[in-house]
C-alpha cells in the first residue's frame, strides 16, 4: 500500500479514475465534474479516520460509489417534484423511462458509438445498483473480481453471481 | 442490430483525462470551508455569553418572586395591626 503524505498526491493519482467512474456511473458531464469535486472534499474531510484500513484505491472507490448513487437518488427526486414528465403521456413504460434519462453527455464516446452505448446505458440503468456497480466496474473500469469485493465489501462468488445476473436481466432487456 | 448493443461495446470507452480545472475547483472549495468554520474561541466565548445571560435572567426572575413574598406578609402584618381583615369579606362570620 502506499502511504500518502499529502492530498495532492492522493489527488494525482486517483483524479482520472473518479472522474471516469463518475462519467460512467452518471452520463454526464458537468454531473461528473460536481460528483469529482464532492468525492475529493470527503476523501480530504476523511482521510485521517481511513489510516490504512484498505487501500486508497479501495476506499475512494467506495466513496465515488456512493457519491453517485446520492446524485441519482437526487436526480429522481428532483424529477419527482418537478415538472419534467408530461401531463399527457401515454401508460408506455419505455415512454417514462425516457425522462428519467438524464441528458446523455459522455466525453470518452466516439460520436459513430454514441447511439449503441447510450442505449446500452439505458439498460444498464434500470438494473439493481449493486448489479450495475459490479457491471460498470468490471467490463468499463476492467477492474479485477477481488478488486470489485473489496470495493462492494462481499466475496468474489458473490459479484461473479451479481454479474452473471447483470447478462441475465440485459439480455431479458433486449428481448423485451 | 442486435449484436449492436452487445456488452463489448463498453470496450470503445475511451478512457478520459480529468479536466484540469478540477483541481482548482476542488481547493477553492476547501479553502471556502475552512473560512467557513468559526473559530473555537468564539464559539466558547459565544456559549459562555449565553449560560451569563441564562444565570442572570434566573436570578432576577428568583428575586421579582422573593420581593412579592415579602410585601403579601408586609400587608397582613399591618391589616392585623389596625384590626381589619386583608381579605374581601364585608361580614366576620
Redesign the interface.
Known amino acids: 500500500m502506499k502511504d500518502y503524505e499529502s492530498f495532492e498526491g492522493v489527488?494525482e493519482d486517483h483524479?482520472?479514475m473518479?472522474?471516469?467512474l463518475c462519467?460512467?456511473y452518471l452520463q454526464n458531464k458537468e454531473e461528473a465534474?460536481e460528483a469529482?469535486?464532492d468525492v475529493?472534499?470527503k476523501v480530504?474531510e476523511k482521510w485521517e479516520i481511513f489510516s490504512g484500513k484498505s487501500s486508497a484505491k479501495t476506499y475512494i472507490y467506495r466513496i465515488s460509489i456512493n457519491q453517485c448513487l446520492d446524485v441519482i437518488k437526487a436526480r429522481k427526486r428532483q424529477k419527482r417534484f418537478g415538472f419534467h414528465i408530461p401531463l399527457f403521456f401515454t401508460n408506455n413504460e419505455e415512454n417514462v423511462r425516457e425522462f428519467e434519462l438524464p441528458d446523455f453527455n459522455?466525453?470518452?464516446?466516439?460520436l459513430e458509438?454514441k447511439e449503441?452505448?447510450f442505449?446500452?446505458f439505458r439498460?444498464i440503468n434500470r438494473l439493481p445498483d449493486s448489479q450495475k456497480t459490479a457491471?460498470i466496474l468490471k467490463?468499463?473500469d476492467g477492474e479485477s473480481i477481488q478488486q470489485i469485493s473489496e470495493v462492494m465489501k462481499t466475496s468474489t462468488k458473490a459479484v461473479e453471481s451479481l454479474l452473471s445476473r447483470a447478462?441475465a436481466n440485459?439480455k431479458a432487456m433486449?428481448a423485451e | 442490430m442486435?449484436k449492436?448493443?452487445d456488452?463489448e461495446?463498453?470496450?470503445?470507452?475511451?478512457?478520459?483525462?480529468?479536466?484540469a480545472y478540477?483541481?482548482t475547483?476542488?481547493a477553492g472549495?476547501?479553502t471556502a470551508?475552512v473560512q467557513e468554520q468559526m473559530p473555537l474561541v468564539r464559539v466558547y466565548s459565544l456559549a459562555l455569553a449565553i449560560a451569563i445571560l441564562f444565570v442572570m435572567n434566573f436570578n432576577v426572575l428568583a428575586m421579582s418572586l422573593g420581593n412579592k413574598q415579602t410585601e403579601l406578609k408586609g400587608i397582613e402584618i399591618l391589616s392585623t395591626s389596625l384590626g381589619i381583615t386583608s381579605y374581601n369579606q364585608l361580614y366576620n362570620d
Open positions: 489527488y483524479v482520472d473518479v472522474y471516469n462519467l460512467n465534474e469529482c469535486q475529493f472534499l480530504h459522455h466525453p470518452g464516446i466516439q458509438d449503441a452505448i442505449l446500452l439498460k457491471l467490463t468499463i447478462r440485459l433486449e | 442486435k449492436e448493443y456488452i461495446v463498453f470496450n470503445r470507452i475511451q478512457k478520459v483525462k480529468a479536466p478540477l483541481k475547483r476542488i472549495r476547501l470551508q
